[in-house]
């Protein structure tokens, strides 16, 4: 057999622009190349001599999807530059918001985007109506959440250094406690389905990275790795980006070895409790697990370990109108968060209120590297195959790591 | 009527807003078939009847597929801030060219402005187009949509406020929030960004805070600000 070239030029039902392209030389797997043809955004030139203040804002149009997450990384790191002291409860409430946005992506990535390659679909709004409506109830929900604590559910509005920019009431963390305690049921059921679906079996990433602590958090931790475990400000020490020619995404590293970011690596590296871990033992389901496309099993109980965890924090919450106070307006800070798809970082350098340095990294660029490689590891194992079969699982893993290629370049900084 | 929703460079958060017109999107499928939505569809077809363009093209492939976009529908519409002015982004150049909306390369039949477009604005336009009616924007700014809403003036709190030439459209969901409107709908038609800066330089901005207010989201009109502010 000669020569065979697979090529997916616009890979679908993920978020941004990528391809693929696998070439095939008597029988022998030659190259995988994901590259990343989406056009550079230069945030991270842009934001260079703005104000402090306006970083959040412009950081959530980074990405549609995890803006929240985005907003809350620019707003701690600028914090940590100008050690501005945080009230408890607008931690409380960005934590709020950060769980509802996680369920609102996990939605969006296991109901849209995953699940029509499992059901033989083409696409979810396929899918008999009923089932639909159970999706849409949720995933309103969700968005209803986030807006409720941040005034709008795509590119909240009221994130701001030190806090918000309203005052956030009891009566809103009730409104969205009831939200939350309706959609759980459905939740569950939905979560459910995730649990028993027959996924590809690609083992050979061992290398994983997430928050880690006292309390399974996606506010705030050290950064563990399978190696290492270190505080957010020395991430310099430890993680490294190179740019490559065939993509507009750097590639990311730790110290020299590629890594996995996301669900999976959270719930390899802390434990849930509560109905998800019931769940989770109902369907015999164990972690650690170094099948990258357990990804999508990670993100159903995701869903609902953080669906109880808002509960008990809006039952906890007793309304907020404090904000962090800026006192100075030179410093260096750096803040790594849990965004949907894994760790997510900014710093930042500011200089007479002005940001003089800016870099962000995103958990999709952390992926990149490892979806490549278990790309090549998988392929090469099904290379008898035919090339529709090869690329229906190509696209099935790459699915699964619900890689955000918007955020990965949008953040490409000028060379 | 056949659907497409087309991304170019962007956050890609109106396409997610396209999906979170949530129940009624079950509604909008009954009456219209989505041919063409590739972050939630593996096949996806040509012609389409509404071309929903997001984004801005930051290369010359993205020219090229927005031109066949344009060729490929009949009704092409310009939706969120970085199709009509290349949003926060186009505050920078690309590849030495300046980003532009796509109104700069091919023929817009409507726009949904803002970052990201109101969701009201897109079922009206859609029922607008439906039913054979005219769409049209709203053309005044969004300290109109405060008033209504009973909103303090943020300017009085010293806070830079855009909202004076501002768009309206938003409900102005920003101020309401006690954050300042950024003006991400852009300018209406027919402002006097005069009157508007020289209110703010008497409510005590200094001229380059309002120029980086002006830079965010109203490129267009930096130029004519900074003139004026050096001719004054």
Redesign the interface.
């Known amino acids: 057999m000669a020569e065979r070239e697979i090529n997916i030029e616009d890979i679908t039902k993920i978020e941004g622009h990528a391809n693929l392209l696998i070439k095939i030389e008597n029988d022998e797997l030659k190259e995988v190349r994901l590259g990343v043809h989406e056009g550079k955004r230069f945030f991270e030139k842009f934001m260079v001599g703005r104000s402090y203040k306006k970083i959040p804002e412009m950081a959530g149009r980074i990405c549609g999807i995890c803006t929240v997450a985005h907003e809350i990384a620019a707003a701690r790191a600028v914090e940590n530059a100008l050690s501005v002291k945080v009230p408890e409860c607008v931690e409380m409430a960005r934590n709020m918001m950060l769980i509802s946005s996680h369920i609102q992506s996990h939605l969006l990535h296991l109901c849209f985007l995953a699940l029509p390659d499992y059901v033989g679909k083409d696409n979810s709004l396929e899918m008999d109506v009923e089932t639909l409506k159970k999706i849409y109830k949720v995933k309103e929900a969700a968005n209803r959440m986030t807006e409720i604590i941040g005034g709008r559910a795509v590119h909240p509005c009221d994130v701001v250094v030190g806090g918000f920019s309203r005052e956030i009431g009891r009566e809103d963390a009730e409104r969205y406690g009831k939200l939350i305690k309706e959609a759980m049921p459905i939740l569950e059921e939905i979560a459910s389905v995730f649990l028993t679906l027959d996924y590809p079996d690609i083992r050979r990433q061992n290398n994983f990275a997430s928050l880690y602590g006292d309390e399974f958090s996606l506010y705030r931790g050290m950064i563990k790795t399978s190696k290492y475990v270190f505080e957010e400000g020395e991430y310099e020490k430890y993680i490294e980006e190179r740019s490559i020619d065939y993509s507009n995404a750097n590639r990311v590293f730790v110290r020299g070895e590629d890594f996995m970011v996301g669900a999976l690596a959270r719930l390899n590296f802390n434990e849930i409790d509560g109905r998800a871990k019931e769940m989770m033992n109902e369907h015999g389901i164990k972690f650690p697990s170094n099948n990258s496309c357990h990804m999508n099993i990670a993100q159903a109980l995701e869903m609902v370990y953080f669906a109880e965890k808002a509960m008990e924090i809006a039952d906890e919450f007793n309304g907020c109108s404090e904000r962090g106070e800026v006192k100075n307006e030179n410093g260096e800070g750096v803040a790594i968060i849990e965004a949907p798809r894994g760790l997510l970082l900014h710093h930042y350098v500011i200089e007479k209120g002005k940001v003089r340095y800016a870099n962000i990294i995103t958990p999709t660029a952390m992926n990149l590297e490892s979806m490549e490689r278990d790309l090549r590891w998988h392929v090469e194992k099904i290379l008898n195959r035919d090339d529709e079969e090869i690329k229906k699982e190509a696209e099935k893993l790459i699915r699964a790591y619900d890689p955000c290629i918007s955020c990965s370049v949008h953040v490409a900084r000028v060379v | 009527m056949k659907i497409g929703v087309f991304?170019?460079?962007?956050?890609?958060?109106?396409?997610?807003?396209f999906?979170?017109i949530?129940?009624d999107?079950?509604k909008l499928?009954e009456k219209f078939d989505?041919k063409n939505?590739?972050?939630?569809?593996?096949?996806?077809e040509m012609p389409v009847d509404i071309a929903f363009v997001e984004g801005f093209?930051?290369?010359d492939?993205?020219v090229e597929k927005l031109s066949y976009i344009r060729e490929n529908s009949k009704i092409l519409v310009s939706m969120g801030a970085c199709a009509s002015n290349a949003?926060?982004?186009g505050?920078?150049n690309?590849a030495g060219k300046k980003a532009k909306g796509i109104k700069e390369y091919v023929d817009v039949d409507y726009f949904l402005y803002g970052?990201?477009f109101s969701i009201d604005e897109l079922m009206e336009l859609i029922s607008c187009i439906f039913h054979g009616k005219e769409f049209r924007n709203k053309n005044q700014n969004v300290c109109s949509e405060c008033y209504l809403r009973g909103v303090d003036c943020l300017l009085d709190k010293h806070i830079l406020c855009m909202g004076g030439v501002a768009r309206a459209g938003c409900n102005a969901?920003?101020p309401?929030?006690?954050?300042e409107c950024?003006a991400c709908r852009g300018g209406y038609e027919g402002i006097d960004i005069k009157s508007h800066a020289r209110l703010l330089l008497s409510k005590g901005f200094s001229e380059e805070?309002i120029i980086?207010a002006y830079e965010?989201y109203m490129h267009e009109y930096v130029e004519e600000l900074k003139k004026w502010l050096k001719e004054r």
Request: with cysteine; net charge negative.
């Open positions: 991304s170019l460079t962007c956050c890609e958060g109106c396409s997610v807003q999906l979170n949530e129940s999107i079950l499928v989505i939505f590739r972050l939630i569809k593996e096949r996806n093209p930051s290369n492939e993205e949003g926060i982004p505050m920078v690309y970052c990201p969901v920003c309401y929030n006690g954050h950024s805070e980086d965010m």
